[in-house]
């Protein structure tokens, strides 16, 4: 398996990553209730139709995306901002039977290639993206524009 | 067998919730494993992702191995959820292993999420090799 599958995430042009991205792209920021309707979005079941399943949350003055990757390493991971999309990709690698294993009684985890793509909303600032890996968690901080940072507004007795 | 080429595309799984306790508020997961064997010892391989290592619990009892863990790297409490598609909590997994294990010597390791275990097989269930003599 030398031949670099179609899959192989460091093998794909940029611009034939844009072209793809129509079709594969989520919209999760979409349903975010400071740029469209009023309210969180939930959804009725829990799983996502791509790897890595994601959660969403507001902190204030950010985005935060985390997602489970055990086992994944940082150079292994690839956070990217093209324009307004937001991908992320990589690999997991499962480690091979040690020397001298004479049985293998489980086989559960998968090793593969991963890549997720997000539309983020126009309001946030791509230069500010920042990501970690803690201990197996892809935590992912998108800020908002400062502009639209919710703020307290002091109410000042007459 | 897993697929060690890391080239197929992973695809999403619904993580398997161990069966809840009444008291307990936070679901329990069951980890995906690795059991490997070899002469001398098991090497188990447990995803563990947000776990840190104070947070696992090993037990090994004879040929029993008990894997407990919390979940230490946990959303802010202040951050509003707007979208879920995993659902958060620790790991409980327990496996009744064909020979005893050297529980003294255990080893255990945490990386990037994924518990590595090397339990030794205590003495008496070793497998040794037996010289033959030419007669």
Redesign the interface.
Known sequence: MADRSPFDPFARDPWQILDNLRREMDQIFAGAPAFSSFGPRTRPTWGAAVFPAVNLYDSGGAFVLTAELPGVRAEDLRVEVTGNVLRIQGRREVAPPAEGAVAVHRAERRGGTFSRAFELPADIDPEGVEARLDHGVLILRVPKRPELQSRRIEVKPV | ??????????????KAEVEREGSRPEPRFRP????????EE??V?V??????ERSVDIRVDRNLLTLDARL??R??P???????????GGFHREFQLSEDIDASRVAAK?R???L?LHLPKSDRHRSRTVPVQAG
């Open positions: 067998m897993a697929d060690y080429q890391a080239s197929t595309s992973l695809e999403p799984r619904q995906d494993v690795d059991i490997l064997e070899s002469g098991y090497i391989y995803d563990l992702p947000g776990v840190d230490s790297v959303p802010d202040s951050w509003q959820p707007l979208l879920t598609e995993y659902r958060l945490l990037d999420g994924v590595e």
